[in-house]
């Protein structure tokens, strides 16, 4: 069983910075395409970014293009979400996914159905 670890949620202002990380259990990580997704209070879980398990290819939402990057350590297991720039619309309980199917290394998931493991969230709250 793979799990997942989130941190580094907490309360920012408004045009501050959060970097989350996600820490995953297992000798296979390289293998998992990562993904971060985020729930604000009564909407549904969206997708935000996806990293492939090469870590060469990133695909991002259109509300965090240019403020959020993403970038993955396969030595170490972590997957981090530098979130900049942030907005009260940003505010949210943040997951990490991983997709533990066979996939190109280049390979990004963007779809929540095919993401087999997530972590508990942590929540993001920006303050305007």
């Known amino acids: 069983q793979v799990q997942l670890v989130e941190s580094g949620g907490g309360l920012v202002q408004a045009g501050g910075s959060v970097r989350l990380s996600c820490a995953t259990s297992?000798?296979?990580?390289?293998?998992?395409?990562m993904g971060w997704f985020r729930q604000a209070p009564g909407k549904e879980r969206e997708f935000v970014v996806g990293?492939?398990?090469?870590?060469?290819?990133?695909n991002y939402a259109d509300s965090v293009k240019g403020r959020f990057t993403i970038s993955r350590d396969n030595a170490k297991n972590t997957v981090n979400l530098q979130m900049n720039s942030l907005k009260p619309e940003d505010t949210a309980v943040y997951f990490c996914?991983?997709?533990?199917?066979?996939?190109?290394?280049?390979?990004?998931?963007?779809?929540?159905?095919?993401?087999?493991?997530w972590g508990q969230g942590t929540q993001v709250t920006v303050s305007s």
């Open positions: 297992g000798r296979t990580f390289s293998t998992y395409a």
């Open positions: 996914a991983a997709a533990a199917k066979r996939l190109l290394p280049s390979t990004v998931v963007a779809t929540e159905g095919l993401y087999d493991y």
């Open positions: 990293i492939s398990r090469s870590g060469t290819s990133t």
